[in-house]
């Protein structure tokens, strides 16, 4: 309404007012089209919850749960990037679990890259980042692989970075994540595997079947 006053002459000012009254009302109307957009992909989110595989377009459920991220990594100084092969078949899944180990894992990337040291220092122009990669594994298999260049883990913590409770971010952990991630790739009939140095980073990488087994793979 105020914009609509504004363009037709109903609303006081002229020269550099008007022009800063006018993107003012022009940054209020985007980010409220960005709220509806949140909005509209968590109530997609939620809806999802319930066990329900379907033919779906990994790549697309990839970028759908990157953008939930977005905003996070840019107000933490990290890079989120995607690279994803041309073509990528169709897989059988749960789209909504599918999004529930996307959000766990990434969202882990950024905790272990946001604040830790970059491997050489910052003077060889190094970024912090946190890339999501999917490619073809096999002829029945998708590979997603998030890696990033973050703290890593020492071996006595990735012996146990599977386990119900363990977590080695003290009182803003509850030890679950990793554990429920993995109890949801091994019922979508995958794999999951982690690799990490400590100071260099951690590779997380799950492998996805194009359709899945006839009987629940048991946890």
């Known amino acids: 309404l ?23 009302l022009e940054s209020i109307e985007s980010t409220v089209e960005r709220a509806r957009g949140i909005t509209h992909r968590l109530l997609g989110f939620a809806r999802r919850m319930e066990a329900n595989r379907q033919s779906l377009h990994i790549e697309e459920v990839i970028a759908e749960t990157l953008s939930f991220l977005e905003r996070e990594a840019k107000n933490r100084g990290v890079s989120l990037q995607m690279e994803l092969d041309d073509n990528l078949p169709e897989i059988v899944s749960d789209r909504g679990q599918l999004q529930q180990i996307f959000l766990n894992i990434v969202g882990n990337a ?49 012996r146990h970075i599977f386990e119900p409770f363990y977590s080695t971010k003290k009182d803003k ?47």
């Open 110 to 158: 950024l905790d272990a890259v946001t604040g830790s040291p970059l491997p050489g220092g910052a003077k060889n122009g190094q970024e912090r980042f946190v890339k999501v990669q999917c490619v073809p594994s096999g002829a029945n298999a998708l590979a997603v692989t998030v890696c990033d260049n973050g703290k890593g883990m020492p071996p006595e913590v990735l």
């Open 2 to 24: 105020a914009q609509d006053l504004l363009s037709m002459g109903k609303v006081c000012g002229e020269g550099k007012e008007r022009q800063r009254l006018s993107a003012l």
């Open 173 to 219: 952990g509850t030890g679950l994540g990793m554990f429920i991630t993995y109890g949801i790739v091994r019922k979508l009939g995958g794999e999951i595997h982690v690799q990490s140095e400590e100071g260099r980073g951690s590779i997380v990488r799950i492998t996805l079947p194009l359709t899945p087994p006839d009987v629940a793979v048991e946890v």
